[in-house]
């Protein structure tokens, strides 16, 4: 079966309110299907978005998109964040966001308007490392896509910092976490923040120039992140997934200015994939162009479509 892509995107209605379970928790999600599905069982794609993100800001936006050009779309709110589910509210969790992932991949295999075998996989900046990890191992994702991906290396974080700073800043969060379970009181900074010397986890203009605004504006998005987020940043391993990946076609579209997930990062990754794979290069001006700017996110949208198209 073959599907109709275009590089017009049709209209596409409000997504369906979709609930799904992992673990002991319920994740929100939401749930796009093509207005037409004569054709019987459709391909899906599963997306995973930015750090602190939630579905109705980027994915959502690349989602509505790829609805339009006729794949079913399911994007959702991880653990500890937005409408979903968790322990530990505003909380990074790399090995519970990849159970999240496998997760919604079950869900999407196992839904009516969806073909299984025809399953691909989106991640957008942070979401982009994560979607690599969880396709290098899921072999239900028949195709990847990431675009301005964060690929986490824990030796490069090392390298960046200097060893001993590398060193000295685990034992700090290490005595955070010896305080917050003596006291059961979370450490929380702010997500972003342009005010000098406040403590964010993503501090500057340019974050804030996205979440900070309404630009981004989300009833799910909060301002806040624990602090022990920033270790699981730093020793977090995402870039392994491209060890792994091959042979899913493996698409990374990436902006040659990005001062926050580094090109260098993405050539690197590019390169340690072993099997079909592209690296498209955008003209972009920052990080954030590739979240919601139109001179962007349209070639972006139109190779991701052609790619799914392919190898779905």
């Given amino acids: 079966m073959t599907i109709e892509t275009t590089t017009t995107t049709a209209p596409v209605g409000p997504p369906e309110d979709v609930t799904i379970p992992v673990d002991d928790l319920s994740l929100a999600g939401h749930l796009r299907i093509p207005a037409s599905t004569d054709s019987g069982p459709l391909p899906a794609i599963v997306f995973t978005g930015p750090f602190t993100g939630v579905k109705e800001q980027v994915v959502g936006h690349y989602a509505q998109q790829l609805t339009g050009r006729g794949f079913v779309t399911l994007t959702f709110d991880h653990r500890n964040f ?11 969790d790399p090995a519970g966001k990849l159970a999240d992932l496998a997760a919604a991949t079950s869900f999407l295999a196992n839904h009516p308007a969806v073909d299984k075998t025809r399953i691909g996989c ?16 899921d072999r239900r994702i028949k195709a990847l896509a990431v675009v301005a991906a964060a690929f986490n290396d824990p030796k490069a974080m090392r390298e960046g910092i200097g060893p001993d700073g590398y060193r000295q800043m685990m034992a700090d969060f290490a005595d955070l976490a010896t305080a917050e379970q003596a006291t059961g009181e979370i450490d929380y900074i702010k997500a972003v923040s342009v005010t000098e010397g406040e403590d964010a986890a993503m501090p500057g203009a340019e974050p804030y120039e996205y979440y900070g605004t309404e630009r981004s504006a989300a009833k799910g998005w909060r301002n806040k992140m624990t602090r022990l987020s920033i270790r699981e940043l730093l020793t977090t391993d995402l870039a392994i997934g491209a060890d792994f990946v091959g042979p899913t076609p493996t698409l990374i579209v990436h902006g040659r200015t990005d001062d926050f997930c580094s090109p260098a990062g993405a050539q690197d990754a590019f390169d340690r994939i072993d099997g079909t794979k592209e690296l498209l290069w955008l003209d972009t001006t920052n990080h954030i162009d590739l979240y919601d700017q139109a001179a962007y996110v349209d070639p972006a949208v139109d190779r991701i479509t052609e790619w799914m198209a392919e190898y779905l």
């Fill in 82 to 92: 937005g409408a979903s589910g968790g322990h530990r509210p505003q909380h990074e």
């Fill in 122 to 137: 989106v991640g957008v900046c942070m979401g982009g490392g994560y979607a690599l990890k969880h396709s290098a191992f």
